[in-house]
């Protein structure tokens, strides 16, 4: 019951920002897009207040496939436990920059492009990123074996190619579009993980001003294409001072999410190292959040096949603390990996070890799902 009534009054906060056409003007000046859709611009605003009070729980993938089973209308691994689908849902648009008709995780974008409509349609979230192939030498996002980032920009040897490339990601974009044709808000987390090392456009593969200009003028590259429908989400993997999340940083006025990644490997019941390093990558995040008046998503995280019974609870909890945040998305459920002969999943299925505690967290107060998102009205 102390939830709903907490609903309720985040659905009455929600209902009353967006009460006049000139409220819902004023979020367009904390947009990086000035051209932004008024759905898009509801939808930030609705997030900038939702956070304040409560947490979106999301998950990769989840609509495609689960545990043991792929492509079942309807079927979530999520919704099977909880009986009800996340309240986020992360895609990925890797394969598009090839022409592929599937995406790096072999899902049909015919079947995304659907399955976001269908996410969407029930007042949930969607968050897009891309695992773009090497530009300069056409290998996977991966291939950190030149310096190729500087190759996608005005000038480089690879500019042409990746706008091309670019030019396939506005063609699938412009048709994720609503029941009444409008263009469906939606989280763009371009260059992920930028902090780490292992991705072409990371900062081991470029300098700082190189970063900033490949981000701008992706931003302006969509824009000119007739986009105005992305929340950009600045996304990184570790750091430990303000001064390192903030290198590579675009400005304040070409971004409108600040985020990170970061997984546990360790079991939490002997090593707490990943909720102290959360809460101290929270704290700093949380430091320049306030001074640039942004909000904060827990942009991906996960205990892979989850064998601690108690990680919803008692850790990932812990390691969002008191922080407001947006919301916090798990990795995919592939299933068994024949290539490292494991199994690969970051939510639980019927019968999965921390299922019984997923329901607890499910139950949270502060915890959304997508019957939640719904109620809230985010896109009104």
Same mark, same amino acid.
């Given at each position: 019951?102390?939830?709903?009534?907490?609903?309720?009054?985040?659905?009455?906060?929600?209902?009353?920002?967006?009460?006049?056409?000139?409220?819902?003007?004023?979020?367009?000046?904390?947009?990086?897009?000035?051209?932004?859709?008024?759905?898009?611009?509801?939808? %930030?605003?609705?997030?900038?207040?939702?956070?304040?009070?409560?947490?979106?729980?999301?998950?990769?993938?989840?609509?495609?496939?689960?545990?043991?089973?792929?492509?079942?209308?309807?079927?979530?691994?999520?919704?099977?436990?909880?009986?009800?689908? &996340?309240?986020?849902?992360?895609?990925?648009?890797?394969?598009?920059?090839?022409?592929?008709?599937?995406?790096?995780?072999?899902?049909?974008?015919?079947?995304?492009?659907?399955?976001?409509?269908?996410?969407?349609?029930?007042?949930?979230?969607?968050?897009?990123?891309?695992?773009?192939?090497?530009?300069?030498?056409?290998?996977?996002?991966?291939?950190?074996?030149?310096?190729?980032?500087?190759?996608?920009?005005?000038?480089?040897?690879?500019?042409?190619?990746?706008?091309?490339?670019?030019?396939?990601?506005?063609?699938?974009?412009?048709?994720?579009?609503?029941?009444?044709?409008?263009?469906? &808000?939606?989280?763009?987390?371009?260059?992920?993980?930028?902090?780490?090392?292992?991705?072409?456009?990371?900062?081991?593969?470029?300098? &700082?001003?190189?970063?900033?200009?490949?981000?701008?003028?992706?931003?302006?590259?969509?824009?000119?294409?007739?986009?105005?429908?992305?929340?950009?989400? %600045?996304?990184?993997?570790?750091? $430990?001072?303000?001064?390192?999340?903030?290198? %590579?940083?675009?400005?304040?006025?070409?971004?409108?999410?600040?985020?990170?990644?970061?997984?546990?490997?360790?079991?939490?019941?002997?090593?707490?190292?990943?909720?102290?390093?959360?809460?101290?990558?929270?704290?700093?995040?949380?430091?320049?959040?306030?001074?640039?008046?942004?909000?904060?998503?827990?942009?991906?995280?996960? %205990?892979?096949?989850?064998?601690?019974?108690?990680?919803?609870?008692?850790?990932?909890?812990?390691?969002?603390?008191?922080?407001?945040?947006?919301?916090?998305?798990?990795?995919?459920?592939?299933?068994?990996?024949?290539?490292?002969?494991?199994?690969?999943?970051?939510?639980?299925?019927?019968?999965?070890?921390?299922?019984?505690?997923?329901?607890?967290?499910?139950?949270?107060?502060?915890?959304?799902?997508?019957?939640?998102?719904? $109620?809230?009205?985010?896109?009104?």
């Amino acid at each position: 019951m102390k939830k709903y009534l907490i609903l309720l009054l985040i659905s009455m906060t929600l209902g009353m920002s967006c009460s006049s056409k000139a409220q819902v003007d004023n979020t367009n000046s904390s947009l990086s897009d000035k051209k932004s859709t008024e759905e898009t611009k509801i939808l %930030y605003k609705n997030l900038v207040k939702l956070s304040a009070k409560a947490i979106l729980f999301g998950h990769q993938d989840d609509l495609a496939y689960g545990v043991n089973w792929k492509y079942e209308a309807g079927r979530s691994d999520v919704k099977d436990v909880t009986g009800d689908y &996340p309240g986020v849902y992360g895609w990925d648009l890797a394969g598009l920059e090839k022409k592929s008709d599937k995406n790096i995780d072999g899902v049909p974008f015919d079947k995304m492009r659907q399955y976001i409509k269908d996410g969407h349609s029930r007042g949930g979230i969607i968050t897009l990123s891309w695992h773009l192939d090497n530009p300069l030498t056409g290998k996977n996002a991966w291939d950190t074996s030149s310096k190729s980032l500087a190759s996608a920009l005005p000038g480089g040897k690879s500019h042409e190619k990746f706008k091309s490339w670019l030019d396939e990601g506005v063609k699938f974009i412009l048709t994720l579009k609503d029941k009444n044709g409008k263009p469906i &808000p939606i989280l763009y987390r371009p260059y992920h993980e930028l902090t780490g090392t292992w991705f072409w456009w990371c900062k081991n593969n470029a300098s &700082p001003e190189e970063f900033k200009a490949l981000w701008k003028f992706t931003m302006a590259y969509f824009q000119e294409k007739g986009i105005h429908n992305l929340i950009y989400v %600045y996304n990184t993997a570790d750091f $430990k001072t303000k001064e390192e999340f903030l290198e %590579y940083y675009p400005g304040s006025n070409y971004v409108d999410v600040l985020s990170f990644d970061r997984y546990q490997y360790s079991d939490p019941t002997k090593d707490n190292s990943f909720v102290e390093n959360c809460q101290n990558q929270f704290k700093i995040m949380d430091e320049v959040a306030k001074e640039q008046n942004k909000i904060m998503a827990f942009a991906e995280t996960g %205990y892979e096949a989850i064998p601690y019974d108690k990680w919803w609870t008692n850790t990932l909890m812990k390691a969002i603390g008191d922080y407001k945040i947006s919301y916090v998305l798990v990795w995919r459920n592939h299933g068994w990996q024949e290539s490292e002969k494991k199994m690969h999943y970051y939510a639980p299925f019927k019968g999965q070890t921390s299922e019984k505690d997923f329901i607890d967290f499910y139950n949270l107060d502060q915890i959304l799902f997508e019957k939640e998102a719904e $109620k809230a009205n985010l896109y009104k």
